[in-house]
């Protein structure tokens, strides 16, 4: 029965921390995270695809050197 009270008790306070403790972000600032996190994917989207381009370009130049 111990077990079950020691869970129980980890439950309750999880919970209290959640509710009392934790800051939620405000619509706002939810919006603008998101927007963020967006447009850094999109800019490190472009960054490997621009890599990947001059990698491709690299390579068949040196192939078509040894060719």
Known sequence: ???????????????AELIQK???????ELQGSAITVMVASVV??????????VFKYGMNFVYSIFS
């Open 22 to 28: 934790v800051t939620w972000p405000t619509w706002n």
């Open 44 to 53: 490190i989207a472009l960054i490997v695809l621009v890599m990947d381009i």
């Open 1 to 15: 029965m111990k077990l079950f009270a020691g869970i129980k008790n980890y439950f309750r306070e999880s919970y």
